[in-house]
C-alpha cells in the first residue's frame, strides 16, 4: 500500500489486494500459525457510529492475532460529548495503541484524523465516502464464489449514500469486472464515482430494472437504503422497499449466482432466499475476520 493508513479503497492496487487475499486464505488455511504474531499489540476501536460486524470482526482479529483492544464506546458516553474534536481524540487514542480503527458519520473524517497520527489508522467507513476494509472482505467472497475475472457484477439499491459500493466499485477496477449498477434514479452513482470509474477505465452501466441484467449477472450485491443519510424523511420513504429480491425474482438468474450484501439487511433479500445455495451472506460477514487479521497483519 502506498501508505501506512486505509482510507479508501482508491489507494489500493491489484497486488495489494491479491496479497492481503491471499494472506486472508493463509490465516483462514492455518489460523494458529496467526494466533500469538502479535502478543501485546493493542487495536483501538473509535466508532462514532453504530457497528455490529466492522466493530466486532476487527475485535476478534486483533484477538486471534494475540492482541488486545480498547474500546472508546458510544459517543455518549467518551469525552466527545465534552466537545472533544475529532484530531484531539485520536491524537490521545495513538499514545494508547498501535492502531486505530475508525467510524465517524462525516466524509473525508479519516483523511482528516489520519494527518493527526503516526499509528495505522483504517476508515472503517467516512459517512457517505468509503469502507476499504469492507471492500477487502467483499472482494475475498466474490474471489471464493465466482472468481475475480471475467465476471459480471450487479450492484444494486442505494448507490448513492453506500459507502461500501463506492469503495467497491472501485476496487472492482482492478480486474476484469463488468459492473451493473442498480437503482432507483435518485440514488444513482454520485457524479464524483461515476467519473473516477470512468477514469480507472472501468466497465460501467446504469438501470433501473434489475430484470434487464439479471440474467447476465455472476454476483448480485444487495444494499440497503440508507435512512439515516437522507437530509429529508420523505425522501427516504419515497424509495423505501423498492429494489427487493426473492426466490421469485431470482428465477432468471443464473443457478449459481452469488448473493451478497454487507449487512445489515432491513427488507431488501426475502429471508426465504438465505436457505438457497446462493446466499453468501453470513459468509461474507464470517469472512471479516480472517481478511482483518489479514489487513493488520499488512499494516502492522
Ligand atoms: C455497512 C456500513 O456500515 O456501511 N455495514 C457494514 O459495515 N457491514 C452497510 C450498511 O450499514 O448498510
Known amino acids: 500500500m502506498q501508505q501506512d493508513h486505509l482510507i479508501s479503497a482508491t489507494q489500493l492496487s491489484r497486488s495489494d489486494i491479491e496479497a492481503v487475499l491471499d494472506r486472508a486464505a493463509a490465516v483462514d488455511a492455518d489460523p494458529e500459525a496467526y494466533s500469538d504474531r502479535y502478543d501485546g499489540s493493542v487495536l483501538a476501536l473509535c466508532f462514532f457510529e453504530p457497528s455490529t460486524r466492522t466493530k466486532l470482526s476487527f475485535e476478534t482479529a486483533a484477538q486471534r492475532l494475540g492482541g488486545d483492544t480498547i474500546d472508546m464506546g ?8 465534552k466537545g472533544e474534536s475529532l484530531a ?147 425522501e427516504y420513504r419515497a424509495v423505501a422497499g423498492e429494489y427487493q429480491i426473492d426466490n421469485e425474482v431470482l428465477a432468471e438468474a443464473k443457478s449459481d449466482l452469488t448473493v451478497m450484501h454487507p449487512l445489515p439487511r432491513v427488507d431488501e433479500i426475502a429471508p426465504e432466499v438465505d436457505d438457497t445455495a446462493r446466499a453468501k451472506y453470513f459468509e461474507q460477514a464470517h469472512n471479516g475476520v480472517p481478511v482483518r487479521m489479514a489487513l493488520l497483519d499488512y499494516l502492522l
Open 74 to 81: 458510544s459517543v455518549e458516553s467518551s469525552s466527545v460529548k
Open 88 to 234: 484531539d481524540t485520536v491524537r490521545v487514542v495513538e499514545g494508547y495503541a498501535d492502531a486505530i480503527v475508525l467510524r465517524h458519520p462525516s466524509e473525508g473524517s479519516a483523511k482528516m484524523a489520519s494527518e493527526f497520527v503516526d499509528v495505522p489508522l483504517v476508515n472503517a467507513g467516512d459517512g457517505a465516502g468509503q469502507h476499504p476494509s469492507q471492500t477487502l472482505l467483499d472482494l475475498y467472497t466474490i474471489r471464493e464464489n465466482a472468481g475475480l475475472d471475467d465476471i459480471t457484477v450487479g450492484i444494486m439499491g442505494d448507490l448513492k449514500y453506500g459507502r461500501t459500493v463506492h469503495s467497491l466499485a472501485h476496487a472492482l477496477t482492478n480486474f476484469d469486472v463488468r459492473q451493473q449498477f442498480i437503482s432507483p434514479e435518485s440514488l444513482r452513482l454520485p457524479r464524483k464515482v461515476r467519473y473516477d470509474l470512468h477514469e480507472a477505465g472501468a466497465q460501467v452501466r446504469e438501470h433501473t430494472d434489475l430484470h434487464e441484467v439479471l440474467p447476465e449477472l455472476d454476483v448480485l450485491y444487495v444494499t440497503r437504503i440508507q435512512r439515516e443519510r437522507f437530509p429529508e424523511e420523505r
